[in-house]
């Protein structure tokens, strides 16, 4: 797996000081806060929700190394339940969310007990296939309405109190979700369990060799990753108020690669840049029909190609040779430095 | 859910041999695409997934040529593959070579996004919908075989994917050629340093997997609509059938394609409801008993 790495991901997180990193999220949350007073309230609650389920992808690619062609599985199927489950029988949002994130971690179980029996590539393409089972099944079983989808599912109100239907309340509600499943990646990334994902990621033989049970470590660090994907997706069908095929398609399997991508592979922060970038992207391509098919699959290649390292690891690595270019200091490990460029 | 239950009434006999004719058809072309697959990935360690657009562009370059330049069937079957076959060389030029030094998680990803730019760019001109293809005059009709009919068309499909796939296994396992070529899939600076150009053989295998592709997609044209999806339906379950068979040898990647096409078209004859799935549920069974696939070296 290592030249997957190389792309950049064994660069330390950032080059800042703590202060500067509080300062920085400080500014983040603000800009959060004050989001929808500037920009269109549905579009950033769209792009939250991609951020997360792109936030939940890169914790596999990024942390664990396992490329997933399947994360659509995850978010359709969570988006279907909550839908249904919200709709016809009328549970209240917060129960909607649940049954449909437990759904999808239920889901994860499954499809990662089988496909962790392969590496690499042959990991991807059963992710893919299991996924595109899971696609038929929505197209044939009846709740999920076929074509139409499962059209007009009602916000409701939160506890039976909190009244979503409102944009800005839903808005926040949103963002509360996204910083939570934000904050529980992030404390996998930086625990103990996180260290051995990526001591795997690095070099499996020897994690085993440690004595780790990487399959232990790798079938729950898919869960985690599903169950978070799954909670983007019971989100989103709220805020769109609509669980459809497009969820469930395996072109939203690769948009989420795509996401992670231009953002940087194992970077924290990059998926989120990546889904905002993309969310942007088709929003203004929209009209184009499928040339934003076609730009996607340009990035992609762009991506590949030259930019490897995505936009926030592209900031790091740059910040970091910057600072090692003031301090004169020998660059703390010269082969990890060079390897990214390569 | 109850209602999904089979009910095992046997078909009647007609009905049974149809879908297993029809089985036989889709499994051709699983066998060629698996083919191909298996072809491009032992020698550029590259999961190709152009392949369902190159077997696409080869349907449209037959359809093309038909409507706009007035060239039959049987002209198009050569000339198609070797379109794609040219074009697949310029990608490999221009795009695939960069990348070989790469993890092979990049290959995917990259060939993800040329299959994109060019099925988005042939959505864009002809939708989603099918174009037609008739089937060449001297195919059409159908014998009368006692206790079904057969159209002459499919019989002439299945006979000539199976040429195809055991003229490739010939070609690799038994010529000289194919001797460089698995040599260097083995230890590719060892044959380049016997004076054999590598990279060359790289770059026309690349091609020849893209013709396979084509040539699947020519005789696909009349039997499914020439589409802009149609590459993108197939390449999906083509990769379930690789999990299955494994890419360790050319024969398993084409027993795997033909067995899974009349599995499925069996299951529409029981089970019809699962018939779209049923391929995704075998990989699911073959990876807890046999992780490896049946044909494939451990990945």
């Given at each position: 797996m290592s030249g997957m790495l190389s792309a950049g991901l064994r660069l330390r997180e950032t080059g800042l000081s703590p202060r500067w990193t509080l300062i920085l999220c400080g500014l983040l949350l603000a800009a959060a806060i004050a989001g929808p007073f500037v920009l269109y309230p549905v579009f950033l609650m769209k792009a939250l929700c991609f951020a997360l389920f792109a936030c939940a992808f890169n914790l596999l690619i990024g942390y664990v190394g396992l490329l997933s062609f399947g994360h659509a599985a995850f978010m359709g199927s969570a988006s279907y339940i909550t839908a249904h489950v919200v709709k016809v029988w009328g549970f209240e949002p917060l129960a909607g969310i649940l049954a449909g994130t437990a759904v999808a971690l239920l889901l994860g179980a499954v499809f990662g007990w089988l496909a962790i029996r392969r590496q690499g590539i042959y990991f991807a393409m059963i992710t893919l296939a299991l996924a595109q089972m899971i696609f038929f099944v929505a197209l044939q079983v009846?709740?999920?309405?076929?074509?139409?989808?499962?059209?007009?599912v009602p916000r409701g109100r939160l506890l039976g109190?909190?009244?979503?239907?409102?944009t800005f309340v839903m808005y926040y509600f949103v963002l509360v979700i996204f910083l939570i499943g934000y904050a529980a990646i992030y404390r996998t990334i930086h625990s103990p369990f996180g260290q051995v994902l990526k001591a795997i990621r690095e070099n499996e033989p020897r994690a085993i060799s440690l004595g780790y049970r990487t399959d232990r470590y790798k079938l729950l660090a898919f869960i985690l990753s599903a169950t978070l994907a799954g909670l983007a997706g019971s989100t989103k069908s709220l805020v769109f108020q609509l669980a459809s095929l497009t969820d469930v398609q395996w072109q939203m399997s690769g948009e989420v690669v795509l996401m992670t991508l231009i953002g940087g592979l194992g970077t924290v922060f990059g998926p989120v840049v990546g889904a905002f970038i993309d969310v942007t992207m088709e929003n203004y391509l929209a009209q184009y029909g499928s040339w934003v098919t076609v730009m996607q699959g340009v990035i992609f290649v762009i991506c590949v190609l030259t930019f490897r390292r995505g936009v926030v690891g592209e900031i790091i690595y740059l910040a970091q040779r910057a600072s090692i270019g003031r301090s004169q200091a020998p660059p703390p490990s010269a082969a990890a430095q060079a390897a990214p460029g390569e | 859910m109850l209602s999904f239950l089979p009910h095992f009434a046997l078909p009647p006999t007609p009905a049974l041999f149809a879908q297993l004719l029809i089985g036989l058809i889709n499994g051709a072309f699983y066998a060629m695409l698996s083919l191909g697959l298996a072809v491009i990935f032992g020698m550029l360690n590259i999961i190709n997934f152009t392949h369902g657009a190159q077997y696409m562009l080869g349907a449209f370059c037959a359809w093309l040529a038909l409507n706009?330049?007035?060239?039959?069937y049987w002209p198009a079957l050569i000339l198609a593959p070797l379109a794609v076959a040219a074009a697949g060389i310029v990608l490999e030029r221009l795009f695939l070579r960069h990348i070989y030094r790469l993890d092979h998680l990049y290959g995917l990803l990259l060939t993800f996004g040329l299959a994109l730019i060019i099925e988005g760019v042939f959505r864009q001109y002809y939708g989603s919908s099918g174009q037609p293809y008739s089937i060449p005059s001297e195919l059409n009709g159908a014998h009368d075989l006692g206790f079904m009919f057969l159209p002459n068309y499919r019989a002439w499909v299945i006979l000539a994917s199976l040429a195809v796939c055991i003229g490739t296994w010939f070609l690799i396992e038994r010529t000289r050629l194919g001797a460089y070529l698995r040599a260097a899939t083995e230890n590719p600076v060892l044959v380049q340093a016997f004076g054999i150009n590598v990279p060359r053989m790289v770059t026309l295998t690349y091609g020849f997997g893209a013709a396979l592709a084509a040539f699947a997609g020519v005789l696909a044209a009349p039997i499914y609509q020439v589409s802009p999806l149609m590459g993108s339906n197939i390449i999906v379950v083509v990769f379930a059938v690789v999990v299955i068979g494994g890419m360790g040898s050319i024969l398993g990647a084409v027993a795997s394609g033909f067995v899974l096409g009349v599995i499925e078209g069996l299951t529409k004859v029981?089970?019809?409801?699962?018939s779209n799935t049923v391929i995704f549920v075998v990989m699911a069974i073959v990876l807890l008993a046999k992780p490896a696939g049946f044909f494939g070296r451990a990945a």
């Amino acid at each position: 797996m290592s030249g997957m790495l190389s792309a950049g991901l064994r660069l330390r997180e950032t080059g800042l000081s703590p202060r500067w990193t509080l300062i920085l999220c400080g500014l983040l949350l603000a800009a959060a806060i004050a989001g929808p007073f500037v920009l269109y309230p549905v579009f950033l609650m769209k792009a939250l929700c991609f951020a997360l389920f792109a936030c939940a992808f890169n914790l596999l690619i990024g942390y664990v190394g396992l490329l997933s062609f399947g994360h659509a599985a995850f978010m359709g199927s969570a988006s279907y339940i909550t839908a249904h489950v919200v709709k016809v029988w009328g549970f209240e949002p917060l129960a909607g969310i649940l049954a449909g994130t437990a759904v999808a971690l239920l889901l994860g179980a499954v499809f990662g007990w089988l496909a962790i029996r392969r590496q690499g590539i042959y990991f991807a393409m059963i992710t893919l296939a299991l996924a595109q089972m899971i696609f038929f099944v929505a197209l044939q079983v009846k709740f999920t309405g076929g074509e139409d989808g499962i059209q007009a599912v009602p916000r409701g109100r939160l506890l039976g109190v909190i009244d979503l239907s409102d944009t800005f309340v839903m808005y926040y509600f949103v963002l509360v979700i996204f910083l939570i499943g934000y904050a529980a990646i992030y404390r996998t990334i930086h625990s103990p369990f996180g260290q051995v994902l990526k001591a795997i990621r690095e070099n499996e033989p020897r994690a085993i060799s440690l004595g780790y049970r990487t399959d232990r470590y790798k079938l729950l660090a898919f869960i985690l990753s599903a169950t978070l994907a799954g909670l983007a997706g019971s989100t989103k069908s709220l805020v769109f108020q609509l669980a459809s095929l497009t969820d469930v398609q395996w072109q939203m399997s690769g948009e989420v690669v795509l996401m992670t991508l231009i953002g940087g592979l194992g970077t924290v922060f990059g998926p989120v840049v990546g889904a905002f970038i993309d969310v942007t992207m088709e929003n203004y391509l929209a009209q184009y029909g499928s040339w934003v098919t076609v730009m996607q699959g340009v990035i992609f290649v762009i991506c590949v190609l030259t930019f490897r390292r995505g936009v926030v690891g592209e900031i790091i690595y740059l910040a970091q040779r910057a600072s090692i270019g003031r301090s004169q200091a020998p660059p703390p490990s010269a082969a990890a430095q060079a390897a990214p460029g390569e | 859910m109850l209602s999904f239950l089979p009910h095992f009434a046997l078909p009647p006999t007609p009905a049974l041999f149809a879908q297993l004719l029809i089985g036989l058809i889709n499994g051709a072309f699983y066998a060629m695409l698996s083919l191909g697959l298996a072809v491009i990935f032992g020698m550029l360690n590259i999961i190709n997934f152009t392949h369902g657009a190159q077997y696409m562009l080869g349907a449209f370059c037959a359809w093309l040529a038909l409507n706009y330049l007035g060239i039959g069937y049987w002209p198009a079957l050569i000339l198609a593959p070797l379109a794609v076959a040219a074009a697949g060389i310029v990608l490999e030029r221009l795009f695939l070579r960069h990348i070989y030094r790469l993890d092979h998680l990049y290959g995917l990803l990259l060939t993800f996004g040329l299959a994109l730019i060019i099925e988005g760019v042939f959505r864009q001109y002809y939708g989603s919908s099918g174009q037609p293809y008739s089937i060449p005059s001297e195919l059409n009709g159908a014998h009368d075989l006692g206790f079904m009919f057969l159209p002459n068309y499919r019989a002439w499909v299945i006979l000539a994917s199976l040429a195809v796939c055991i003229g490739t296994w010939f070609l690799i396992e038994r010529t000289r050629l194919g001797a460089y070529l698995r040599a260097a899939t083995e230890n590719p600076v060892l044959v380049q340093a016997f004076g054999i150009n590598v990279p060359r053989m790289v770059t026309l295998t690349y091609g020849f997997g893209a013709a396979l592709a084509a040539f699947a997609g020519v005789l696909a044209a009349p039997i499914y609509q020439v589409s802009p999806l149609m590459g993108s339906n197939i390449i999906v379950v083509v990769f379930a059938v690789v999990v299955i068979g494994g890419m360790g040898s050319i024969l398993g990647a084409v027993a795997s394609g033909f067995v899974l096409g009349v599995i499925e078209g069996l299951t529409k004859v029981f089970y019809p409801e699962a018939s779209n799935t049923v391929i995704f549920v075998v990989m699911a069974i073959v990876l807890l008993a046999k992780p490896a696939g049946f044909f494939g070296r451990a990945a």
